[in-house]
DNA sequence: TTGCTCATGTAACAGGTTACATGATTAA
DNA sequence: TTAATCATGTAACCTGTTACATGAGCAA
């Protein structure tokens, strides 16, 4: 379990709505962690049960009110205490890689075809890591910057870039590789 | 909804028991896909009702008896239609990079111990993709091996190796950051 | 007038994990 | 005699997704 801190994470740059938090996954954290809305509201209903959060209600002309949450003391002391915690084995359920591991049995041309999609959409995604998302974090930054903030953010968005660009290189050598393969000799028993 | 052509892919291999089958994850895939007995167990009987599997009974003395299942031909079809379907984009939830994302609010001291451990682990992986894996592919494929599977089966080695080297080498950097960041100037607002 | 944004949620379902239950064989 | 391996599963629970429900304001 651990949606409920990343919302506390976020909340404790500064108090938010359901709404807005959907919206701050969005901008932040979301190429690591996504959360739908019926999981956030769920979520914020246990945590403040759990007496992790604090509720103001905000009325609004002709909107729906808001209910705006704080983290209380105790919720911050579980978000430090998660945050010191050593950090679970991330399972990553890979279902390209499943696809890759069976592709004899769909034959290298099907095989190749999903690589070379691979490679486009994490061809983009590098160009996204360079291009849109500093300005995105730029943005949200501005909200509640400090510098050290912005560095770790840094981090993650270095770790995602090497990994996108990771997968173009995988994908170039296996291109290669199958063409290899084709050409080169009897690819049966 | 991947987890039952996952165990299609690997039945079709060879014909097996739920037991089996969650060693054959141990020994094949479990890098990019796991699961326990009683969803597997669960699939079976779903795969089952669908008409993707035939079911023979081995009774065997002082064991329990063995429930083994083959792909029958519509097993074999929607193996087929899947793999050659485009593969969701997976969602890789990503613990570490939260706790790395909200680095700021647990102190670089405890952001830095998290990367260590992380780089060590991913140093042992690199270790294993170059000496236990191949071996451990070796003997797998011994089972049912033609030249074609080994083959993919060696990309999806390549790819795991690859990822394990990038963490290390991203480890590696956000460590010298970190100190830079710790020596060179003040980290505060 | 069509669709997007703001703002709340509920209900049902799908997928994955953990705990529980059984019981024989075999190697240390 | 203790623990691991073989072999089956059920029940409960946790998490995440999808579909449904409501309703105002505003821009194209």
Redesign the pocket.
């Known amino acids: ?3 409920p801190h990343a919302l506390l994470g976020l909340i404790n740059y500064k108090p938010a ?4 938090l959907k ?1 701050r996954f969005k901008q932040s954290v979301h190429f690591f962690w ?6 956030i ?2 979520s ?1 209903n246990e945590m403040k049960s759990k007496g992790w959060l604090s509720l103001t209600v905000q009325h ?1 002309d ?6 705006v949450y704080s983290l209380t003391q105790s919720g911050r002391e579980e978000l430090l205490r998660w945050l010191s915690e050593p950090g679970e084995i991330s ?1 990553s ?1 890979h279902q390209l890689m499943i696809k890759v591991f069976f592709g004899n049995q769909s034959g290298t041309d099907v095989l190749a075809g999903h690589i070379k999609d691979w490679r486009d959409r994490h061809l983009a995604l590098v160009r996204m890591y360079e291009t849109d998302v500093p300005s995105l974090l730029e943005r949200y930054g501005a909200l509640v910057s400090s510098r050290g903030d912005a560095f770790c953010w840094g981090l993650t968005l270095d770790y995602g870039k090497r990994h996108a660009e990771m997968v173009v290189e995988w994908c170039d050598q296996a291109l290669k590789d199958i063409e290899g393969l084709q050409q080169g000799g009897a690819a049966s028993k």
């Open positions: 379990m651990s949606l709505t359901g709404y807005e919206a996504n959360a739908g809305l019926p999981q509201y769920r914020l609004q002709g909107r729906p009110s808001k209910k399972e359920r």
